[in-house]
C-alpha cells in the first residue's frame, strides 16, 4: 500500500514563494499520473496541478497558470509543487494524490485520483 507524506507549508507572506515536496512510500509512482489539490476554509476540494505520466503533459487550474510548477522525479518517487507569486487565496491545505491510472492529460477530478497524503498547510499573508 502506498502513502504518500506532504511537506513544505508554510507561513508566507503575498508574492512569495514555495515549494512542496509529496514522497511516496511502499510503491513506485511511476506507472500514475499525479496531481495536488487545495482546500480553503469552508470550501471544496479543487484541482490545482496535475502530471501525467510520461512527465511532459502537464495542466493547471486557470488560477495558478505562468506561477505554479508541477514537476516529478520517479527516480526518487517524489512529486514536487512549485509556487510563485503567491497570492492570499492560495491559502489552503495542499493535499498530493495519485490518479487511478497513467492519465494524459491529467484528470482534474477528485474522484479519478485514488491515494492522498494528509495535507500541508499553506497560509498566504497580504
Known amino acids: 500500500q502506498v502513502q504518500l507524506i506532504e511537506s513544505g507549508g508554510g507561513l508566507v507572506q503575498a508574492g512569495g514563494s514555495l515549494r512542496l515536496s509529496c514522497a511516496a512510500s511502499?510503491?513506485?509512482?511511476?506507472?500514475?499520473?499525479m496531481g495536488w489539490f487545495r482546500q480553503a476554509p469552508g470550501k471544496g476540494r479543487e484541482f490545482v496541478a496535475g502530471i501525467a505520466r510520461d512527465s511532459f503533459r502537464r495542466d493547471y487550474t486557470e488560477s495558478v497558470q505562468g506561477r505554479f510548477a508541477i514537476s516529478r522525479d520517479d527516480a526518487e518517487d517524489t512529486v514536487y509543487l512549485d509556487m510563485g507569486s503567491l497570492k492570499p487565496e492560495d491559502t489552503g491545505v495542499y493535499y498530493c494524490a495519485q490518479a487511478r491510472s497513467g492519465f494524459a492529460p491529467p484528470r482534474h477530478f477528485v474522484q479519478d485520483y485514488v491515494v492522498w497524503g494528509q495535507g500541508t498547510q499553506v497560509a498566504v499573508s497580504s
Open positions: 511502499g510503491r513506485s509512482l511511476a506507472e500514475y499520473a
